[in-house]
């Protein structure tokens, strides 16, 4: 976090890094959105993290393998990384000194510039039927939780595994959801158990699409139905990922862990299917997608869950047109490889410049020392600039401004432009109030040369820069 609520100047790093490791493990019901690569014509990662924080409101990202490459894409953008590691190595990480140099090699490098908040340890493991995968889940994400604290990274990364609505014996009613005999208390209790013990969340792969029909249809997508009625608790259900969601409840809740956070780590709906698919096609991927992010973020929770927000990551960014099986499975993506939308959910931002927040100073502008007062002129974060560099000017600024307008109160938690929380998009604010306030000359932009002027207004949504 770049600027705090209180007090409005003066933002110590330290308590910078203080909030981003309690943001680590806690949840605020916000978007995230599963980046896969399992494709030949995606753009460069670093267009995807560029485009992801200036373009849109996603501030959460779930990537599929520990690839240098994606995670060191995202550093300095604050966005929240979780990072999978795949199946076939999760026997292997049962053993320390390899799980200690995997920390090393995948971890270590490229924490904190990238923000990494959880691990997964595999993906639906329990569904694959591997004794060997499934016998060695636990151990693994023990030890590889024994690793990070080796590395003093064990309350700043969570670890947990996703799971699909297939370790599931019972779901409906949902108040009658129990998991499979055997895994229920020889795997899942020892597993939520460390997730209780290491303030983790249990993670859970939730698709409507997938266990709908011609006539539960409407109830998939939050459209209008007459609903379930759980004969048990005498509650009518609206929709089906509520009754989903509260079949995992019902069955964690029998094991003792009913007050386990549970996370979305993957949903989706698809924008083309076979003939035979019912509901594929994009105004219903549209349609579920949108009703998703406004239901998981409306703190009304489930039934059995009532008054929270639950954190969601949509499946996923891109259609990947290499991924094998049915047609469905290579169109879940919210975006095309040229980064247009494949749909409207509303996860653009109002105004989605492409210079964003930061930009390059232009031929035509000087780059400091004359004096140029016209119209139409803000102060941003030059391209490149250091991340520790704008976080002292924050600091400057802020306490420079007080008493003088709105100060940096835009960018206090709360404020309009809060988000994106990052330090380069607060820094862009920031010194531009200062920049506007001092009069707009071409010196007042420099802050030891980490800022450019623009003639592209680098407002977006609510959030307006003066001029």
């Known amino acids: 976090?770049?600027?705090?609520?209180?007090?409005?100047?003066?933002?110590?790093?330290?308590?910078?890094?203080?909030?981003?490791?309690?943001?680590?493990?806690?949840?605020?019901?916000?978007?995230?959105?599963?980046?896969?690569?399992?494709?030949?014509?995606?753009?460069?990662?670093?267009?995807?993290?560029?485009?992801?924080?200036?373009?849109?409101?996603?501030?959460?990202?779930?990537?599929?393998?520990?690839?240098?490459?994606?995670?060191?894409?995202?550093?300095?953008?604050?966005?929240?990384?979780?990072?999978?590691?795949?199946?076939?190595?999760?026997?292997?990480?049962?053993?320390?000194?390899?799980?200690?140099?995997?920390?090393?090699?995948?971890?270590?490098?490229?924490?904190?510039?990238?923000?990494?908040?959880?691990?997964?340890?595999?993906?639906?493991?329990?569904?694959?039927?591997?004794?060997?995968?499934?016998?060695?889940?636990?151990?693994?994400?023990?030890?590889?939780h024994a690793a990070l604290a080796g590395a003093s990274l064990d309350r700043r990364i969570q670890i947990s595994t996703p799971h699909s609505l297939g370790i599931l014996s019972a779901s409906t009613p949902p108040s009658a959801g129990k998991f499979h005999g055997g895994y229920d208390v020889h795997i899942l209790k020892p597993l939520l158990g460390f997730l209780r013990s290491t303030n983790s969340p249990f993670m859970i792969n939730p698709y409507p699409f997938f266990g709908c029909s011609e006539e539960t249809l409407d109830y998939a997508l939050f459209r209008p139905n007459l609903g379930f009625l759980d004969p048990n608790t005498r509650i009518r259900y609206t929709n089906m990922l509520d009754a989903q969601l509260d079949a995992v409840f019902s069955a964690m809740k029998s094991l003792g862990f009913g007050d386990l956070e549970i996370v979305i780590a993957e949903t989706g709906w698809p924008s083309k299917g076979e003939p035979s698919q019912i509901g594929a096609g994009q105004e219903n991927?549209?349609?579920?997608?949108?009703?998703?992010?406004?239901?998981?973020?409306?703190?009304?929770?489930?039934?059995?869950?009532?008054?929270?927000?639950?954190?969601?990551?949509?499946?996923?960014l891109f259609n990947e047109d290499l991924k094998p099986g049915?047609?469905?499975?290579?169109?879940?993506?919210?975006?095309?490889?040229?980064?247009?939308?494949?749909?409207?959910?509303?996860?653009?931002?109002?105004?989605?410049?492409?210079?964003?927040?930061?930009?390059?100073?232009?031929?035509?502008?000087?780059?400091?020392g004359g004096e140029r007062k016209g119209a139409g002129k803000w102060c941003v974060a030059k391209e490149g600039a250091d991340v520790d560099s704008l976080q002292r000017n924050i600091d400057y600024v802020c306490g420079a401004l007080v008493g003088l307008g709105p100060g940096c109160g835009p960018i206090q938690e709360g404020g309009e432009c809060f988000f994106p929380d990052t330090v380069r998009a607060h820094a862009a604010y920031a010194m531009n109030a200062f920049y506007q306030a001092m009069g707009r000359n071409d010196y007042d932009c420099d802050f030891r040369r980490t800022g450019a002027i623009t003639a592209v207004d680098p407002s977006y949504g609510n959030c307006k820069y003066g001029h």
């Open 1 to 144: 976090m770049a600027a705090s609520s209180s007090p409005p100047h003066h933002v110590p790093t330290a308590l910078t890094l203080l909030f981003i490791l309690v943001s680590a493990t806690t949840t605020n019901g916000s978007i995230g959105v599963n980046y896969g690569t399992v494709a030949d014509d995606l753009p460069p990662p670093g267009e995807v993290a560029r485009f992801l924080l200036q373009s849109t409101v996603i501030n959460r990202v779930r990537i599929f393998d520990p690839n240098p490459e994606l995670i060191q894409a995202f550093a300095h953008t604050g966005i929240q990384i979780t990072v999978t590691v795949p199946n076939d190595q999760i026997p292997r990480l049962a053993n320390l000194s390899f799980a200690q140099q995997w920390i090393k090699s995948y971890i270590q490098p490229y924490f904190p510039a990238t923000n990494l908040v959880r691990i997964l340890v595999g993906n639906e493991v329990l569904s694959t039927g591997n004794r060997l995968l499934i016998g060695t889940l636990v151990p693994a994400m023990q030890t590889l």
């Open 285 to 316: 991927a549209a349609q579920y997608n949108r009703n998703l992010m406004r239901h998981v973020n409306s703190g009304d929770g489930t039934p059995l869950m009532p008054n929270r927000t639950f954190e969601t990551y949509i499946f996923s």
């Open 326 to 368: 049915p047609t469905c499975e290579r169109n879940f993506g919210l975006f095309g490889p040229d980064l247009t939308p494949a749909y409207d959910v509303g996860i653009l931002r109002p105004t989605a410049r492409s210079s964003g927040p930061t930009a390059t100073p232009s031929p035509a502008e000087p780059d400091g």
